[in-house]
């Protein structure tokens, strides 16, 4: 697991990574138990947006996991800190009350990743607001990581997509 140190939500970080810890364990332990090599390997990325002392931090995780079978999947976490207000940013607080951030961002992101996955099936998005879930802020976009068959079949790998914050103008709180 490699992660900053310095993030001003550490006990985010220790239950994101404590929780990832034991659902491996838990999974690797489950009956039958496999003689086959297992892995999980956690790397994060921090992303900044504003001034140090006013403006936002997020930290996401990309979890590799390999529980012994034919596939290893990559999945994300993603944490987000108003510096100036020293609070959680989440979904339900990035957008504007009334918003309805679905409506804008399936479009978008549907179009985003059929242009990235040429061939792969691209339906509607099956899972609502929670596909939303890990994102980043930048100074210029906010990204957003779609866990690995999140979206489309789980060949495809894990995407991030991102959006233009002027894009999203009408909606960000």
């Known amino acids: 697991m490699s992660f900053p140190v310095d993030y001003p939500d550490q006990r985010a970080v220790v239950d994101v990574l404590a929780d990832e810890r034991d659902q491996f364990i838990d999974l690797v332990e489950e009956p039958p138990v496999r003689d086959v090599p297992k892995a999980l390997d956690i790397k ?5 947006s504003g001034t140090p002392t006013s403006g936002t931090e997020s930290l996401v995780f990309e979890e590799y996991s390999n529980f012994g079978g034919a596939h290893p999947v990559t999945n994300y976490d993603a944490l ?17 009350p009334g918003a309805d951030p679905v409506a804008v961002l399936d479009p978008i992101v549907q179009a985003e990743l059929k242009k ?12 609502g607001a929670e596909m939303y879930k890990n994102f980043a802020l930048s ?6 990581f779609i866990s690995q068959g999140q979206w489309t079949i789980s060949a495809a790998g894990a995407q991030t997509v991102s959006i233009p914050r002027a894009q999203l103008a009408s909606i960000l709180a």
Request: without cysteine; negative net charge; aromatic residues 12%.
């Open 80 to 96: 987000n800190f108003d510096v100036g207000k020293k609070t959680p940013i989440t979904f339900d607080t990035v957008f504007k």
């Open 139 to 144: 100074d210029d976009a906010v990204l957003f």
């Open 116 to 127: 990235q996955l040429p061939g792969a099936p691209i339906g509607d998005n099956p899972v």
């Open 44 to 48: 994060s990325q921090t992303f900044r």
